[in-house]
């Protein structure tokens, strides 16, 4: 039996080095044209060295060129696919149809994935698809497993991958024209603004100085503003269903999150691939560190049910978040951890280090050094590279948490 396989994002060459260590088995990424993240692009130099680094650490690179396109926007495609096939990438992520013809003239071998985008929800379309020469399709969010399963038992030789993890969109499978309407940011080609995520108020028609809130609280009513989803407790389901393939969303998210949420399904894969019940016995586990990343409440989307009310969060917008992401290992020498700070720490704090291999750990912080190798009281300045000493050994690439005051 193939192992399922954990995909996770990068917005950077950063978080995907990251989700490498942390234990991804492939990682999704933007370039500068045709991606959904406009804010989380990577330029051709820094995707082929991403590429170049995940091929050297036996990990897979696909490529999002998932925007619905316009006329303009085919006018460089030929010769930006030609580059993404010269640098070695695993796979295209596309949506659009004209998108996919043009991978494929120019492209013939290169593995081609559907994206989530183009809404396939049932057997027929991935077999449209697949007769296209699409190795992979991205199944709508809006699916149950049980519907998984039919289209897996009427399908055969392309692969199936499902969100696990991560935001959900209110709008079908991200087809939303809000951004568009009321901030000018087209959604459909990676500028989405999120006004779903604003507060609304409601207003008669003859009354329109006069608006009324969905009263939850007294900071107004979030309608449209829907939980996270997060399967980790249902990873056994998800396999049976026939996905082969587990999608973590998030390439706008910190490099602490990627971490942190590869770590805890990577654990929980392969606890589940060792022995099932030890995967039951530690579920409570890797919720409780999924609790540690900023998220809205969480729900399991469509795979169960469909979602009612219960799947909004009405009464705020903003995330929990218990623990901040505070710095990034940068190396290990001599008892002392190379941090590049990301947030304020000082003497006193207790913090986390979340590791790339092995457990966890807590650490007081009893010495900080900065670069002139002065003692000093804390490290308050963006990205600065600082020694604090450390209790047991630490690799690049982990990450330092402390609670949220």
């Keep these: 039996m193939n192992k399922i396989e954990l995909l996770s994002p990068a917005g950077d060459i950063e978080k995907l080095k990251v989700a490498i260590a942390f234990g991804a088995d492939a ?125 897996y038992s009427k399908t055969y030789g392309v692969e199936l991958e499902a969100f696990a993890h991560g935001a959900m969109c209110i709008s079908y499978s991200g087809r939303c024209l809000l951004s568009n309407y009321m901030a000018n940011r087209d959604s459909n080609r990676g500028e989405c ?55 973590i969303e998030g390439r706008m998210k910190t490099p602490y999150y990627v971490a942190a949420v590869t770590k805890a399904y990577r654990r929980a894969i392969d606890d589940y691939y060792e022995n099932p019940e030890l995967y039951r016995r530690n579920i409570d586990d890797y919720l409780k560190e999924l609790g540690k990343t900023s998220h809205r409440r969480y729900t399991t989307g469509f795979y169960f049910d469909k979602p009612d009310s219960s799947a909004q969060v009405y009464e705020s917008s903003s995330y929990i978040r218990t623990y901040d992401f505070v710095g990034i290992v940068q190396g290990y020498e001599d008892g002392y951890a190379i941090i590049e700070q990301r947030n304020k720490f000082s003497l006193g704090d207790e913090v986390e280090f979340v590791t790339t291999d092995g457990d966890d750990f807590s650490q007081h912080i009893a010495e900080i050094v900065n670069e002139e190798g002065q003692n000093v009281q804390a490290a308050p300045h ?3 590279v600082t020694r604090v000493a450390v209790s047991r050994p630490v690799a690049k690439f982990d990450i330092m948490r402390k609670k949220h005051d």
């Design 27 to 151: 990682v999704y990424m933007g370039g500068n044209d045709l991606g959904l993240r406009s804010r989380a692009q990577i330029g051709l130099a820094e995707m082929a060295e991403g590429i170049k680094y995940a091929h050297a650490h036996r990990r897979r690179i696909y490529v999002c060129a998932n925007i619905f396109a316009h006329n303009h926007d085919f006018d460089d495609m030929s010769d930006y696919f030609r580059a993404i096939g010269e640098m070695g990438a695993d796979a295209l992520i596309i949506s659009d149809p004209g998108v996919f013809d043009v991978a494929r003239e120019v492209l013939p071998e290169m593995e081609i994935h559907i994206s989530t985008q183009a809404n396939t929800t049932n057997y027929r379309s991935v077999q449209f698809w697949q007769k296209l020469g699409a190795k992979r399709i991205v199944l709508a969010r809006e699916l149950s497993l049980a519907e998984i399963s039919e289209i």
């Design 193 to 247: 603004a999120h006004p779903c995520r604003w507060k609304f108020h409601l207003v008669e028609e003859t009354r329109p100085s006069e608006p009324m809130e969905f009263h939850e609280d007294e900071r107004g009513s979030y309608i449209l503003n829907s939980k996270d989803l997060n399967m980790i407790a249902h990873i056994p389901e998800m396999i049976d269903s026939g996905i082969c393939s587990l999608k």
């Design 382 to 384: 963006a990205q600065e």
